[in-house]
């Protein structure tokens, strides 16, 4: 953002680029390490995820929403996904039965690198409204 100047009685003062609003969905966090060996199994895979948060005071829908990596995987919201004021939803990188709360991706490699990754999140008309960056680490990070 650009920085702009205002003239007031004489003197000069640059006024600061104004904070981005928190998104109205927000990744809070991405556990990119499952714990225990990387074997493939489903429940390693699932306990990769990422957690999307509401922090709207309305339910948004997040059908044809996106979740994807640096290297363009993609997970895509499909039929009505809402989600209510201050909720979450939890999307695991493996197979599994959808619930309210939990969406699975349905995977049998993992998404997320654990030496480092990006992960985006895109609304229906493909507007980036969050992202969330690591580096090798402890396995998870918040965002």
Same mark, same amino acid.
């Given at each position: 953002?650009? &920085?702009?100047?205002?003239?007031?009685?004489?003197?000069?003062?640059?006024? =600061?680029?104004?904070?981005?609003?928190?998104? &109205?969905?927000?990744?809070?966090?991405?556990?990119?390490?499952?714990?225990?060996?990387?074997?493939?199994?489903?429940?390693?895979? $699932?306990?990769?995820?990422?957690?999307?948060?509401?922090?709207? =005071?309305?339910?948004?829908?997040?059908?044809?929403?996106?979740?994807?990596?640096?290297? $363009?995987?993609?997970?895509?919201?499909?039929?009505?996904?809402?989600?209510?004021?201050?909720?979450?939803?939890?999307?695991?990188?493996? #197979?599994? #039965? $959808?619930?309210?709360?939990?969406?699975?991706?349905?995977?049998?490699?993992?998404?997320?690198?654990?030496?480092?990754?990006?992960?985006?999140?895109?609304?229906?008309?493909?507007?980036?409204?969050?992202?969330?960056?690591? #580096?090798?680490?402890?396995?998870?990070?918040?965002?």
């Amino acid at each position: 953002m650009a &920085a702009f100047a205002v003239v007031v009685g004489g003197s000069f003062t640059v006024a =600061a680029p104004a904070q981005a609003a928190t998104p &109205a969905i927000e990744i809070t966090k991405v556990y990119y390490d499952s714990p225990g060996a990387d074997n493939r199994s489903n429940s390693s895979l $699932n306990a990769e995820y990422v957690k999307l948060t509401n922090r709207r =005071a309305r339910t948004i829908n997040l059908k044809n929403w996106t979740l994807r990596d640096k290297a $363009n995987h993609v997970y895509k919201f499909s039929g009505d996904v809402k989600l209510a004021k201050g909720k979450s939803v939890v999307i695991r990188t493996g #197979k599994g #039965k $959808n619930t309210a709360g939990t969406r699975y991706w349905g995977s049998g490699n993992y998404i997320w690198n654990n030496t480092g990754d990006t992960a985006y999140l895109r609304n229906a008309s493909g507007k980036q409204i969050d992202k969330c960056s690591w #580096k090798k680490g402890k396995g998870y990070t918040t965002c």
